[in-house]
């Protein structure tokens, strides 16, 4: 088993002045132009920071350990090479710091990849989540979720509160922004599932949105129950 750190990093103030209160016993002082100048770019400077997409501030990104190797990337689910592979395992945590490991347990898994930005998954997310609320789930297979691709210059920012307000249960491993978790099982477009069998090896991937007879059959697959 190796341990392996995937590259390819996916990623203001208010206005508060106010008229100024006049102050009859104290003259107005001069203020050089040149840290007025400096103080200007040093504004733009945070304000890039704040709204780049790469190490923006405020971000919620984690750091994700994966063991073992790396599926080959997602293309289709027809004839898909990673079948049979072994999963790699990944060790990381939720947004509130709390220890998540998807690892080879003997027990089924479908691993949901989202982004926060990602109209499918904002539709897929609550699907799901309404689905388990109703007592849906297959028996033996457990389901984990990474937050990929976070960028707090895009829509729907932060994960974390967006999978809050859907009262997303299932368990979370917040990114890196490398996406190495989301690399390391193919780095399919989004909503991506990974389907695993208790032995540890894929049995099926797909990327866009499912619908909910699908996601429960791939999931039956995984358990050894499925055509």
């Known amino acids: 088993m190796t341990t392996s ?24 002082s001069k203020v ?15 304000i890039a920071v704040v709204f780049s997409g790469g190490t923006s501030l405020g971000s919620e990104y984690g ?15 027809a004839n898909d090479e990673a079948v049979g592979l072994p999963a790699p395992e990944v060790e990381g945590a939720d947004f509130d710091g709390n220890s998540v490991t998807i690892n080879n347990d003997g027990r089924a ?6 982004a926060h930005w990602c109209p499918h998954c904002q539709v897929e997310v609550p699907r799901v989540t309404e689905w388990l609320a109703a007592g849906g789930g297959v028996e ?3 389901m984990y979720s990474v937050a990929t691709s976070m960028n707090s210059a895009r829509e729907n920012f932060p ?21 190495t978790a989301h690399l390391s099982y193919g780095g399919g477009g989004f909503p991506y599932w990974v389907f695993v069998d208790a032995e540890g090896n894929v049995v099926a991937r797909t990327a866009g949105q499912l619908e909910i007879p699908t996601l429960e059959g791939l999931m039956q697959l995984a ?3 499925g055509a």
């Open 159 to 179: 994960s974390s509160e967006w999978l809050e307000r859907e009262n997303w249960t299932v368990p979370v491993i917040a990114d890196d922004q490398e996406g």
């Open 109 to 114: 898994k479908a691993i949901g990849f989202f």
């Open 223 to 225: 358990a050894g129950s």
């Open 140 to 142: 033996g297979v457990d």
């Open 63 to 77: 750091d994700p350990t994966v063991t073992g190797e790396s599926l080959p990337f997602f293309t289709d689910t």
């Open 5 to 28: 750190k995937d590259r390819n990093k996916t990623g203001k103030s208010k206005d508060q002045s106010g008229p100024a209160k006049p102050t009859a016993t104290k003259p107005k």
């Open 32 to 46: 050089p132009i040149m840290a007025i100048a400096f103080t200007g770019i040093a504004a733009v400077l945070v």
